[in-house]
């Protein structure tokens, strides 16, 4: 006689180990680390390091061509206007994909929702433009007693072409610095070093590109560009978008370049 096993008592079932659960009998699937949603430390490296690498090499390369050229370089060195603007057109462009990248693409967000890109009513807008074009009367108007004339930038508007050139500059900055300064940089500085440090650190670095550009006599304009840049950093915490500070800065930057056409025009006048 054979004997049979024994029932399990009661309504006890015994469940078979994590281990030898099959995917068909409700195991538990391998789920990796979430992927983060904000800049870390190590992409707002990444990206500065590559956008500084583009801008060094980019700058060592045109600098070399011109003097195989026999253009003659020194210490009041003035690159062509169209040279300009062409290093000036690839470094913007490199920014915006660089900041895309590490601020949207790797993180899973849409271009509008990565830089805070929000739709204004008009008479928001209306608002800064005219902000922006009050401040830059005023500033200009503030520092005229205290610039020569004589910087990079002065020498390159004091002709048609580089006038033209400072122009296209003017116009496509905003767009630009205000991605990476104010979209980028900004907002990891404040999620990691609170608004104070932050809004210290950007404007800062905000200032540090423009010295270049004012060395040779126009140095007191920083003061205008500083006061400029903690005008919008500040504006970008309080307004939690980043077009406010797009708009303000495009019409004072439009300003700016009325006002010297209209210096130039009197002076040839």
Known sequence: MT?????PKGNHVEQPSLANRSPAAGAPKSVGLPRPTETTWRDLLWAVGVLWAFDLFGGIAVVVAMVASGHPISAGFQ?????AVGMSVASYAW????VWYFLCRK???GLLDGLALRRLPRKHTAVW???GVVAAIGGALAVAPFVEGGSFMANMASSPEGLVAFAVLAVMAPFFEEVYYRGFLFPHFR????FLAATAIVSVWFCVPHVAQLLGGDE???????AMGLFWTVLRHVSGSLTPCIVCHLTYNATL?????????AAGG
């Open 3 to 7: 004997d049979t096993p024994a029932a």
């Open 79 to 83: 690159p062509d206007p169209a040279v």
């Open 95 to 98: 920014t915006g994909a660089v």
């Open 107 to 109: 993180h899973g967000k």
């Open 129 to 131: 433009a005219g902000i």
């Open 191 to 194: 999620r990691k070093l609170g």
């Open 220 to 226: 007191a304009g920083l003061v205008q560009i500083g």
């Open 257 to 265: 370049v009325a006002m010297m056409s209209l210096a130039a025009a």
